[in-house]
C-alpha cells in the first residue's frame, strides 16, 4: 500500500481583514474546507488563478501558518505535534525567485549549508562533503563553492535554492513556481532536474503553478483550485484529457493563448475573478460559469469522486 507522507482533512485558513475604521473585520477564507493526500513519490501540482489559497494552502502544509480548523497529518503524524527542526527535516520549500531568496553576501558554500547549521551540525568537515555532495546532485560545479550569487547565472541560483532545500534530505518538496523567474530556455532544464531529483532521493513534491505547461511537464496529479477549494483533482492525464469542471476546461483553454503566464483571459469567462472576502453564493464559480443553471447561484455543489477523479460541480449531480 502506498505511503501517506501528507493527510489533510477539512482544512481551513482565515485571516481578519480590516475594513476601515468604523466598518469592522471581516474573515477572508483562504482554504475553505481542503481534504487532501500526498503518496509518496507523487508530484501534485496545485493550479489556480492568483488569490485562488494554493500558497496559503501549501504554507499550512510546510507548518508555517497554522490553519484555522481541520486537521494535517505529516507522515502519520499532526503536524502541529511536530517539533519546528523535525518539521524543517521532513519538508522544505523552494521559493519562485532565486534572485531574491539568496543572501547576496554569502558564499554559495554557507548559502547551502545553513539549513544544516540551524539543525545544529557543527562539523565542519561533515558539513563541506555534504554540501558539496549535493551541489554535484544538483549539477553546480565545485569550483562554485566559494563564488558569490551575483556570479551566478539564473538557472545556476535556482540550483542552489534546490540544494539548500535538499541538503538534510527531507522527504518532501514544495516548490512555489519553481521556473516562473527563469528563462524560458532554463525552465525545461530546472523541470528535469527535479525529476531526476525525485528519482534519486524518492522524493515527493508539490509544485504550485498557475502553468499548466509546467504542470504537465512535472505533475502525477493535479488539484485545481478555485476561492479556496479544490474543485477538481485527477492524475495528470485525466485531468488534461477529460477536464470536467468548467473552471478546469477554461483554465486548460488559457493554455492556447500566446502567454501561458497570463491566467485565464476574463472575456472568455465574463466576469473577473471574485473578491475573496465576499465569496459568491452557491457555487463560487456560477458570475463566471458557461455552465451555470439557476440553482448553482444558490446551492453550492457537493463533491463527487469516480476512482481517483474528483470534480466538485453541479453537472454532476446523479438528479441533474
Ligand atoms: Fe458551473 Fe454550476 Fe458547475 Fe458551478 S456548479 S461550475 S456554476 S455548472
Given at each position: 500500500?502506498?505511503?501517506?507522507?501528507?493527510?489533510?482533512?477539512?482544512?481551513t485558513r482565515n485571516?481578519?481583514?480590516?475594513?476601515?475604521m468604523f466598518?469592522?473585520?471581516?474573515?477572508?477564507?483562504?482554504?475553505?474546507?481542503?481534504?487532501?493526500?500526498?503518496e509518496?513519490?507523487e508530484?501534485?501540482?496545485?493550479?489556480?488563478e492568483?488569490g485562488?489559497?494554493?500558497?496559503?494552502?501549501?504554507?499550512v502544509?510546510?507548518?508555517?501558518?497554522p490553519?484555522?480548523?481541520?486537521?494535517v497529518e505529516l507522515?502519520g503524524?499532526?503536524?502541529n505535534?511536530v517539533?519546528?527542526?523535525?518539521l524543517?527535516?521532513?519538508?522544505q520549500?523552494?521559493?519562485?525567485?532565486?534572485?531574491?531568496?539568496?543572501?547576496?553576501?554569502?558564499?554559495i558554500?554557507?548559502?547551502?549549508?545553513?539549513?544544516?547549521?540551524?539543525?545544529g551540525?557543527a562539523?565542519?568537515?561533515?558539513?563541506?562533503?555534504?554540501v558539496?555532495?549535493?551541489?554535484?546532485?544538483?549539477?553546480?560545479?565545485p569550483?562554485?563553492?566559494?563564488a558569490?550569487?551575483?556570479?551566478?547565472?539564473?538557472g545556476?541560483?535556482?540550483?542552489?535554492?534546490?540544494a539548500?532545500?535538499?541538503?538534510?534530505?527531507?522527504?518532501?518538496v514544495?516548490?512555489?513556481?519553481?521556473?516562473s523567474a527563469?528563462?524560458?530556455s532554463?525552465?525545461?532544464?530546472?523541470l528535469?532536474?527535479?525529476?531526476?531529483?525525485?528519482?534519486e532521493?524518492?522524493l515527493?513534491?508539490i509544485?504550485i503553478?498557475?502553468?499548466l505547461?509546467?504542470?504537465?511537464h512535472?505533475?502525477?496529479?493535479?488539484?485545481?483550485?478555485?476561492l479556496?477549494?479544490?474543485?477538481?483533482?485527477?492524475?495528470t492525464d485525466?485531468?488534461?484529457?477529460?477536464p470536467?469542471?468548467?473552471?478546469t476546461r477554461?483554465?486548460?483553454?488559457?493554455?492556447?493563448?500566446?502567454?501561458?503566464?497570463?491566467g485565464i483571459?476574463?472575456?472568455?469567462?465574463?466576469a473577473?475573478?471574485?473578491?475573496?472576502?465576499?465569496?459568491?453564493?452557491?457555487?463560487?464559480f456560477?458570475?463566471?460559469?458557461?455552465?451555470?443553471?439557476?440553482?448553482?447561484?444558490?446551492?453550492?455543489?457537493?463533491?463527487?469522486?469516480?476512482?481517483?477523479?474528483?470534480?466538485?460541480?453541479?453537472?454532476?449531480?446523479?438528479?441533474?
Open positions: 500500500m502506498a505511503e501517506l507522507m501528507i493527510d489533510a482533512k477539512d482544512v485571516f481578519t481583514i480590516s475594513r476601515g466598518r469592522g473585520k471581516q474573515q477572508l477564507k483562504a482554504v475553505n474546507g481542503v481534504d487532501l493526500t500526498v509518496r513519490g508530484v501534485l501540482a496545485l493550479v489556480g492568483s485562488c489559497g494554493k500558497t496559503t494552502l501549501a504554507k502544509l510546510l507548518g508555517l501558518l490553519q484555522t480548523s481541520g486537521t507522515c503524524q499532526p503536524i505535534d517539533p519546528r527542526l523535525a524543517a527535516r521532513t519538508i520549500p523552494i521559493f519562485q525567485d532565486p534572485y531574491s531568496s539568496l543572501n547576496p553576501r554569502k558564499t558554500g554557507s548559502i547551502i549549508a545553513l539549513p544544516m547549521k540551524v539543525q551540525i562539523d565542519q568537515d561533515s558539513m563541506r562533503r555534504r558539496e555532495e549535493t551541489m554535484d546532485l544538483v549539477g553546480l560545479p569550483r562554485l563553492y566559494d558569490f550569487p551575483n556570479q551566478l547565472s539564473g545556476q541560483r535556482q540550483r542552489v535554492a534546490i539548500r532545500a535538499l541538503v538534510n534530505r527531507p522527504q518532501i514544495v516548490c512555489d513556481e519553481p521556473t527563469l528563462d524560458v532554463v525552465q525545461s532544464q530546472i528535469n532536474l527535479l525529476n531526476d531529483l525525485r528519482n532521493l524518492n515527493t513534491y509544485i503553478s498557475h502553468n505547461a509546467v504542470v504537465e512535472i505533475a502525477t496529479r493535479v488539484a485545481v483550485m478555485y479556496g477549494r479544490i474543485v477538481e483533482i485527477a492524475d485525466t485531468l488534461f484529457k477529460d470536467q469542471h468548467p473552471y477554461a483554465l486548460l483553454d488559457s493554455v492556447l493563448t500566446p502567454d501561458p503566464n497570463m483571459p476574463n472575456n472568455q469567462l465574463g473577473s475573478y471574485p473578491n475573496p472576502i465576499d465569496p459568491p453564493t452557491g457555487c463560487s456560477h458570475p463566471r460559469c458557461v455552465n451555470a443553471m439557476p440553482h448553482c447561484a444558490t446551492v453550492a455543489p457537493n463533491g463527487k469522486a469516480d476512482g481517483g477523479h474528483y470534480v466538485e460541480c453541479h453537472l454532476y449531480d446523479d438528479a441533474s
